[in-house]
């Protein structure tokens, strides 16, 4: 699988929405608050885990969990996703908190 997908994603405090490229075990995305996320994954089983930095170069982020990333700050998102991603909702926690997470296919990337 390598695709395209847009992001949707909620939490206690708010909402967002971003892209997210998913394939060859990598993940690179950003969202519309400048968030940057990069990561790896493997497939096991039919399930995709992995790890993903969310990081901010320049300016500080309020994060959707309600905490505040300053620029160059970064924290990791585990992941343990279903191999068909754009089915339902998934869940990540971010510093302990958690966060739903939609994605819809845009396209595949060859």
Do not use: C
Request: net charge neutral; aromatic share 6%.
């Amino acid at each position: 699988m390598s695709a395209l997908f847009k992001m949707e994603y909620t939490g206690a405090q708010g909402f967002g929405a971003g892209a997210l490229y998913v394939g060859r075990g990598r993940i690179v995305g950003l969202d519309v608050l400048g968030g940057e996320y990069r990561g790896q994954y493997t497939n096991i089983g039919r399930r995709l885990r992995g790890t993903v930095t969310l990081s901010s170069a320049s300016n500080s982020l309020q994060l959707v969990t309600g905490q505040t990333l300053g620029p160059g700050q970064a924290v990791e998102i585990a992941l343990d996703w279903p191999e068909n991603l754009d089915t339902g909702t998934h869940k990540v926690t971010v510093s302990g908190a958690p966060v739903h997470v939609q994605l819809t296919k845009i396209d595949d990337i060859p």
